[in-house]
């Protein structure tokens, strides 16, 4: 079983970027794929981005695309959610998750998750 924490969120200026990292233990990251999900006030958790087990393959949702990158670095077992032009409407808790191997993007098709890290950004 893999154990996932979030880290990087805070308080942001519409415009500005973050660098989000999902940091994995228990056991290596490198045969599971990881995704991004987030989850507004009052809204269902929606997908962000995914990326393959060995990063050849990645997922973007429609309102990200352009402006969030996903990568991963299996040496050091963690996830990167790098977030550019950040929106007022881009604000939530995000949550990384894990399933074998191939991305998916569906919340209920991830077996691990973190405890969410909360991005705010002010407009």
């Known amino acids: 079983q893999v154990q996932l924490v979030e880290s990087g969120g805070g308080l942001v200026q519409a415009g500005g970027s973050l660098r989000l990292s999902c940091a994995a233990s228990?056991?290596?990251?490198?045969?599971?794929?990881v995704g991004w999900f987030r989850q507004a006030p009052g809204k269902e958790r929606e997908f962000v981005t995914a990326?393959?087990?060995?990063?050849?393959?990645?997922l973007y949702a429609d309102s990200v695309k352009g402006r969030f990158t996903i990568s991963r670095d299996n040496a050091k077992n963690t996830v990167y959610l790098q977030m550019n032009s950040l929106k007022a409407e881009d604000t939530a808790v995000y949550y990384c998750a894990a399933r074998s191997w191939v991305v998916a993007g569906t919340w209920n098709e991830y077996d691990y998750w973190g405890q969410g890290t909360q991005v705010t950004v002010s407009s």
């Open positions: 228990g056991r290596t990251i490198s045969s599971y794929a």
């Open positions: 990326i393959s087990w060995r990063g050849d393959d990645t």
